[in-house]
Each structure stands twice: as structure tokens, then as C-alpha cells.
């Protein structure tokens, strides 16, 4: 999106939407939804596994101030913010 944000679809147990609503009824979206709180981001990346760790339900923004942001099942939050965390 022009303004560095980003929209996500598909299913949405455990936040991977951003929107803030996890769902325990496996809730999905065949409509892209905006990822809430989520602009200036510079690159995304989302985590993809064979399911027996939960990261491909991650998904992080590195921001044009060089700080990063994640949602979905690690993160907890929407979008949680991971400024500090790194080498």
C-alpha cells in the first residue's frame, strides 16, 4: 500500500489478518484486510513451516525507521513492536 501498510487474507485463528480479532472458529477472509496500526513499512515477510511450531502463523514488517513489527500467532499482538531485538 502507498502508505507502507499492508492487507492480508485467508484464515485468521491466530491473528494472521492483523485486524485484532483472533478467532478459535478458524475464521477466514477471502477479502484482503488491512493490517491494523501498520504503516511505513519498507518490506514484509511471513513465516511458513510444517505447523509444529506455529511460526508459519507469523508474519513481521521491517519499517522505513529500521524497527520491525509482527502479528499473528508468536507476536501475540497487533502489530507488536520488536524494536531492540536483534544482533
Same mark, same amino acid.
Given at each position: ?16 489478518? @492483523? %485486524?485484532?480479532?483472533? $478467532? *478459535?472458529?478458524?475464521? =477466514?477472509?477471502?477479502?484482503? &484486510?488491512?493490517?491494523?496500526?501498520? !504503516? ?6 511471513? @513465516? %511458513?513451516?510444517?505447523? $509444529? *511450531?506455529?511460526?508459519? =502463523?507469523?508474519?513481521?514488517? &521491517?519499517?522505513?525507521?529500521?524497527? !520491525? ?6 507476536? @501475540? ?11
Amino acid at each position: 500500500m502507498r502508505n507502507g501498510g499492508a492487507k492480508c487474507w485467508g484464515s485468521n485463528s491466530f491473528d494472521e489478518l @492483523g %485486524d485484532g480479532r483472533r $478467532s *478459535t472458529a478458524q475464521a =477466514y477472509s477471502a477479502v484482503p &484486510v488491512t493490517v491494523k496500526g501498520l !504503516a511505513g513499512a519498507a518490506s514484509l515477510v511471513g @513465516g %511458513d513451516d510444517n505447523g $509444529s *511450531t506455529g511460526s508459519g =502463523y507469523t508474519y513481521c514488517a &521491517v519499517l522505513k525507521t529500521s524497527t !520491525a513489527v509482527c502479528w499473528g500467532y508468536v507476536a @501475540g499482538t497487533v502489530p507488536a513492536d520488536l524494536a531492540g531485538i536483534g544482533p
